[in-house]
Nanobody, 124 residues
Framework: QVRVVESGGGLVQPGGSLRLSCASSQLTLEYYATGWFRQAPGNEREGVLCIENSAEDGTTYYIDSVKGRFTVSRDKAKNMVYLQMNDLTPEDTAVYYC???????????????WGQGTQVTVSS
């Protein structure tokens, strides 16, 4: 089963930072759009942001609440995509998922390759 793997979650205080990583041993991630999604308890999964495949380039934010705080980057040599999260708030607490697909899409169902998720908890 082709999949991606997230890592880097944990417990952080409000105002702190975390960097999540997304990797795959089966996909060359630069050829895929990689979206970051999150799901908080009792809530539906929501898109956070997406980095396009390297041919398309660019980043698209699904939600405004992370603009100015979250950024996404790619390391082609390491076949990794990173989600840098700064100035975290308790409202950012969720399981974070990365997903790979052919291009950015507003529908998460259009991303065929998903990870198992990593927990991010923002609490004092």
């Amino acid at each position: 089963q082709v999949r991606v793997v997230e890592s880097g979650g944990g417990l952080v205080q409000p105002g702190g930072s975390l960097r999540l990583s997304c990797a795959s041993s089966q996909l060359t991630l630069e050829y895929y759009a990689t979206g970051w999604f999150r799901q908080a308890p009792g809530n539906e999964r929501e898109g956070v942001l997406c980095i396009e495949n390297s041919a398309e380039d660019g980043t698209t934010y699904y939600i405004d609440s992370v603009k100015g705080r979250f950024t996404v980057s790619r390391d082609k040599a390491k076949n990794m995509v990173y989600l840098q999260m700064n100035d975290l708030t308790p409202e950012d607490t969720a399981v974070y998922y990365c997903a790979a697909g052919p291009s950015f899409d507003t529908l998460d169902s259009r991303y065929p390759y998903w990870g198992q998720g990593t927990q991010v908890t923002v609490s004092s």
